[in-house]
């Protein structure tokens, strides 16, 4: 089961978990899409637990992360 989460004040709020067979996709996409809108990045683990940045919500990730930017200058 691959899973959506956004990390939070609370600590992290699970959005949505899908399976390799389809279940839940379309309501991941959709969490992941509107996530996006509202200025999150998410970040996906790949093989090897490396992670990396992306765009698209990546159906064969364990786990995508959304975080909001970190804020300085």
């Given at each position: 089961?691959?899973?959506?989460i ?10 949505a ?57």
């Amino acid at each position: 089961m691959s899973r959506l989460i956004r990390l939070d004040r609370t600590g992290h709020t699970e959005l949505a978990e899908w399976d390799a067979g389809g279940a839940g996709v379309e309501q991941a996409r959709a969490a992941f899409a509107a996530e996006l809108d509202h200025g999150y990045f998410a970040v996906a683990t790949g093989p090897g637990a490396a992670a990396e940045q992306v765009r698209e919500l990546p159906l064969d990730a364990e786990l995508v992360v959304l975080r909001r930017p970190i804020a300085g200058g």
